[in-house]
Structures are given as structure tokens and as C-alpha cells.
């Protein structure tokens, strides 16, 4: 509710795949999780941010992840990212045919920076995370 | 007196509290229709932030719930219990098992991604009308009834007027938050046009509209459109009274058009909301299925006069 703020710079991600035919197309999350209407953008934000490992109490799974790796401090960005994507590259091979050249071999999340003070350099890239499937 | 002063402000029926019902538990309806959960079961519960009340459940809980099969059965047990709410068939339990099942769903999918406000006021009325008599009229438990309830008209013009004052709540707590927040700085030139080519840069919002690119070019502009939708939301309360009803309205429409266009952030169920405001029992007596309302039929109280 602060409103935007010109001076402070911003991230932002595009969700992309990578298919058999070695195209790279852009995904669109709306239509593979619809119910997650309004809601995507948060919820990949927070998985970047792991903020899944930031509860009082922790899901089973990722309690054996953190402490295996020793806790908060040593866990990788985006640890639980994979799950996600590969959740949505399973979603999306689903409604193709098993042959289709448009199946997916690999979804990958391609972060980008809108840097601070003026209304250009939306584009600069950061970095990406990529599952293969 | 508290009673006359709904009455003058709100001429509501068992039959338009009815209609109210079947439009809040039917627009859930449809949208969950439209709604693959099977997706829903896909999404990994290691990304799962339980929020709220939702940390009341065990984990365990989620670990069965959110794969694909068990989230199907969960939509038909929406389906069902919300067909059931909508029509009016045993309404008083249908109204309270939608009012918590969508309250767990909406828990679900927040917990998911962020506490959004779209569907917050249409679960403030499924609440309302979980405790209100909305069966009485415009259902099927009325249809069945062998004899017709007979109550005030004040018990269907209260919770219709509550309705009212809750979304007016809505958009002046909006207003209210904004200036508490930010003060004058929300009137800066670049404020909108920040918000909005932000939520125009990924992939990830349901539209990808661009319009957004295009406000730095008149950002001296728009400290007078931001002062208006203040504006509009401080005054939203005054939709209580009829005169300024399409005026408030319209501009909600207006506002809730630009925001998908402009920021690509919609509220479909705010904007389904505003239907509470259509006098329903006026428009069945112009559509001539009926010169006069139930109540007003059974003689229960005198036509209030409304207040404009």
C-alpha cells in the first residue's frame, strides 16, 4: 500500500521452457495452476526467497533439508524452486501428446533486474534456475 | 428505531436476500468449476506457508490434501456443498459448510501465494449470509416449505445493509491504509506508473497487458487521477444512499478496469460484489413476475419510504 517507488529497484521473473525441438517459448503459469489466479508472482517470489523455510514449524521434507545442509544460513536461494518448476513442466507435457515436438525437456525461471531511477533498463538479467524434466 | 432506520435505508425481502445468496455462493460456484485442482494437487507442499488459522492444522494435513486426487474430491465437495447454498436446499447448513470450505480454500491458496484481497469481502458475505435467514425466499427450501416464514422485513434488510457497509469498509480502510502508509508521497507523478510497469514485467500475472509502459509520458497527470480514486474511496461509504450509488459505482467499474489494464491486478469477485446493489425486488416487479414482494404480500410491515 506504500505505492511504487521510482528510486528503489525491482525484480521480477519470466517462466520460459525449453522443448524437444530445442524452441525456447515463454509459459504462462495462469494456464497450467489457474486457481493460483492473482497469486503466481508472490508464490515464486516466496520460493526464491525460501520463505518455506522460514516457519515455526517446518514440513517434514524440508526439515530434513535443512538439516542437512546446517541449517538456514547454507541454504542454497531458491532451494525448493525445482519442485516448483518441475510441477509445472510435468503439468504442461501432460496435455501434449507423448511425440509432440512441443514437449518440454526442461523449465527454467529467468530472473531479471528493473534497475533504480529511470523507466528504462527494465532488462537486466540476473540469473536463472533451470529443471531439467 | 435502529430497525426503522434499515428499513429506510435498505427495502430488502426474503426474495432478494435470496437472489444475494444464490449470486455470492454462485460466483464461488463457477469460478471453482473453472478451477483445475487436480493443477492445484500438482504444486509441491515443500513451497506450502500455511497462514493464519491454516498453522492450526498439522502438517500431515497438507502432506494428504494437496496432491492431485484428494484436491478433485475437495473441489466436488465444494461444488456440491456451494450448488446446494446457491439454490436454496438446505440452506442454513449448505450457507455454513461453504462459508468454512471456502474459507479453507481460500486458506489453501494463500498459504500458496500472498493474502490478497479479491475474494475477501465475497467471504465476508458468505458469512453474513451463513447466519441470516437467506433460505426464506428466491429457493428451494421456500418452494418445499408448506408454509411461508413469516419475519420482519428488517431481517433481510439488515444483513443486505451489512453487506453495503462491508464493502464500503473495503475501499475506505484502502484509503485509509494508503495515506497512513506512504502520506502525500502516495501523490507522487510516479507512483502509479512505478506500481504499474512493475506488475507489467513478468510472466507470472494472469494478463500481460503493456498500457503501463506508456504512463511516465503523462506522470504529471496522474497525482490528479491518484487523488481521485482516494477520493472515491473515502467517499465509497455514501453508496448506502441511493442518489450516489451509480455514481460511486460506475467509478468502481471504471477503476477496476484500468487496474487490470494499466497493473494486470483484477478483482472479478469485488466487481461481482457490486450485483448486492441491485434492488432486486424492484427489478422482479418490472420484469412483472410479481406486482409485490412476499413480505409485502403477507402484510408484515409497511413499504419503508427509502432514504436517497
Same mark, same amino acid.
Given at each position: 500500500?506504500?505505492?511504487?517507488?521510482?528510486? %528503489?529497484?525491482? !525484480?521480477?521473473?519470466?517462466?520460459?521452457?525449453? #522443448?524437444?525441438?530445442?524452441?525456447?517459448?515463454?509459459?504462462?503459469?495462469?494456464?497450467?495452476?489457474?486457481?493460483?489466479? +492473482?497469486? #503466481?508472482?508472490?508464490? $515464486?517470489?516466496? /520460493?526464491?526467497?525460501?520463505? &518455506?523455510?522460514?516457519?515455526?514449524?517446518?514440513?517434514?521434507?524440508?526439515?530434513?533439508?535443512?538439516?542437512?545442509?546446517?541449517?538456514?544460513?547454507?541454504? *542454497?536461494?531458491?532451494?525448493?524452486?525445482?519442485?516448483?518448476?518441475?510441477?509445472?513442466?510435468?503439468?504442461?507435457?501432460?496435455?501434449?501428446?507423448?511425440?509432440? *515436438?512441443?514437449?518440454?525437456?526442461? $523449465? @527454467?525461471?529467468?530472473?531479471?533486474?528493473?534497475?533504480?531511477?529511470?523507466?528504462?533498463?527494465?532488462?537486466?538479467?540476473?540469473?536463472?534456475? @533451470?529443471?531439467?524434466? | 428505531?435502529?430497525?426503522?432506520? $434499515?428499513?429506510?435505508?435498505?427495502?430488502?425481502?426474503?426474495?432478494?436476500?435470496?437472489?444475494?445468496?444464490?449470486?455470492?455462493?454462485? !460466483?464461488?460456484?463457477?469460478?471453482?468449476?473453472? /478451477?483445475?485442482?487436480?493443477?492445484?494437487?500438482?504444486?509441491? $507442499? /515443500?513451497?506450502?506457508?500455511?497462514?493464519?488459522?491454516?498453522?492450526?492444522?498439522?502438517? &500431515?494435513?497438507?502432506?494428504?490434501?494437496?496432491?492431485?486426487?484428494?484436491?478433485?474430491?475437495?473441489?466436488?465437495?465444494?461444488? =456440491?456443498?456451494?450448488?446446494?447454498?446457491?439454490? +436454496?436446499?438446505?440452506? *442454513?447448513?449448505?450457507?455454513?459448510?461453504?462459508?468454512?470450505?471456502?474459507?479453507?480454500?481460500?486458506?489453501?491458496?494463500?498459504?500458496?501465494?500472498?493474502?490478497?484481497?479479491?475474494?475477501?469481502?465475497?467471504?465476508?458475505?458468505?458469512?453474513?449470509?451463513?447466519?441470516?435467514?437467506?433460505?426464506?425466499?428466491?429457493? =428451494?427450501?421456500?418452494?418445499?416449505?408448506?408454509?411461508? %416464514?413469516?419475519?420482519?422485513?428488517?431481517?433481510?434488510?439488515?444483513?443486505?445493509?451489512?453487506?453495503?457497509?462491508?464493502?464500503?469498509?473495503?475501499?475506505?480502510?484502502?484509503?485509509?491504509?494508503?495515506?497512513?502508509?506512504?502520506?502525500?508521497?502516495?501523490?507522487?507523478?510516479?507512483?502509479?506508473? #512505478?506500481?504499474?510497469?512493475?506488475?507489467?514485467?513478468?510472466?507470472?500475472?494472469? #494478463?500481460?497487458?503493456?498500457?503501463?509502459?506508456?504512463?511516465?509520458?503523462? @506522470?504529471?497527470?496522474?497525482?490528479?487521477?491518484?487523488?481521485?480514486?482516494?477520493?472515491?474511496?473515502?467517499?465509497?461509504?455514501?453508496?448506502?444512499?441511493?442518489?450516489?450509488?451509480?455514481?460511486?459505482?460506475?467509478?468502481?467499474?471504471?477503476?477496476?478496469?484500468?487496474?487490470?489494464?494499466?497493473?494486470?491486478?483484477?478483482?472479478?469477485?469485488?466487481?461481482?460484489?457490486?450485483?448486492?446493489?441491485?434492488?432486486?425486488?424492484?427489478?422482479?416487479?418490472?420484469?412483472?413476475?410479481?406486482?409485490?414482494?412476499? /413480505? @409485502?404480500?403477507?402484510?408484515?410491515?409497511?413499504?419503508?419510504? *427509502?432514504?436517497?
Amino acid at each position: 500500500m506504500a505505492g511504487g517507488n521510482l528510486e %528503489r529497484g525491482r !525484480t521480477y521473473f519470466i517462466l520460459r521452457g525449453e #522443448t524437444l525441438s530445442g524452441e525456447v517459448v515463454d509459459l504462462s503459469s495462469i494456464k497450467l495452476t489457474n486457481g493460483m489466479s +492473482g497469486r #503466481t508472482w508472490t508464490m $515464486v517470489t516466496a /520460493t526464491v526467497d525460501n520463505q &518455506s523455510f522460514k516457519l515455526s514449524k517446518l514440513e517434514r521434507q524440508n526439515e530434513v533439508l535443512l538439516d542437512s545442509v546446517g541449517g538456514l544460513p547454507n541454504l *542454497p536461494v531458491a532451494a525448493r524452486l525445482p519442485d516448483l518448476l518441475q510441477a509445472w513442466g510435468a503439468l504442461y507435457n501432460e496435455r501434449l501428446a507423448p511425440d509432440a *515436438p512441443t514437449r518440454l525437456r526442461a $523449465v @527454467r525461471l529467468d530472473m531479471y533486474r528493473w534497475n533504480s531511477g529511470t523507466y528504462s533498463a527494465y532488462e537486466t538479467y540476473v540469473e536463472s534456475w @533451470r529443471k531439467e524434466l | 428505531m435502529a430497525q426503522g432506520i $434499515v428499513n429506510r435505508l435498505v427495502v430488502a425481502t426474503a426474495f432478494s436476500l435470496g437472489v444475494i445468496r444464490a449470486l455470492v455462493a454462485g !460466483t464461488f460456484l463457477i469460478s471453482i468449476l473453472f /478451477t483445475s485442482f487436480w493443477a492445484l494437487g500438482h504444486l509441491p $507442499v /515443500t513451497i506450502f506457508r500455511p497462514s493464519g488459522a491454516m498453522k492450526l492444522l498439522p502438517w &500431515s494435513v497438507y502432506d494428504y490434501l494437496l496432491r492431485p486426487y484428494p484436491m478433485e474430491i475437495f473441489k466436488w465437495l465444494l461444488v =456440491i456443498v456451494l450448488l446446494f447454498a446457491a439454490v +436454496g436446499f438446505l440452506t *442454513p447448513v449448505a450457507t455454513k459448510l461453504a462459508l468454512l470450505l471456502v474459507v479453507f480454500y481460500q486458506g489453501v491458496l494463500r498459504s500458496f501465494g500472498h493474502f490478497n484481497h479479491d475474494e475477501m469481502l465475497a467471504i465476508y458475505y458468505l458469512g453474513v449470509l451463513a447466519f441470516t435467514p437467506c433460505g426464506d425466499g428466491f429457493s =428451494i427450501d421456500s418452494l418445499l416449505a408448506r408454509k411461508r %416464514r413469516e419475519r420482519p422485513t428488517f431481517a433481510y434488510s439488515y444483513p443486505v445493509l451489512l453487506m453495503w457497509v462491508l464493502m464500503s469498509w473495503t475501499y475506505f480502510s484502502s484509503a485509509l491504509i494508503k495515506i497512513r502508509v506512504a502520506g502525500l508521497k502516495y501523490l507522487s507523478p510516479d507512483n502509479l506508473p #512505478t506500481l504499474a510497469i512493475f506488475h507489467s514485467l513478468d510472466n507470472l500475472h494472469d #494478463t500481460h497487458f503493456k498500457l503501463a509502459f506508456w504512463l511516465p509520458e503523462v @506522470r504529471q497527470y496522474l497525482p490528479v487521477v491518484v487523488l481521485l480514486v482516494l477520493l472515491w474511496e473515502l467517499l465509497f461509504p455514501l453508496v448506502i444512499f441511493r442518489r450516489w450509488r451509480p455514481w460511486l459505482l460506475g467509478f468502481g467499474i471504471v477503476f477496476h478496469l484500468a487496474t487490470l489494464f494499466l497493473m494486470n491486478i483484477f478483482f472479478p469477485f469485488q466487481l461481482a460484489m457490486y450485483l448486492v446493489f441491485i434492488d432486486w425486488d424492484r427489478l422482479r416487479a418490472r420484469l412483472g413476475t410479481s406486482a409485490s414482494s412476499p /413480505t @409485502r404480500q403477507v402484510g408484515l410491515d409497511p413499504e419503508p419510504t *427509502p432514504l436517497s
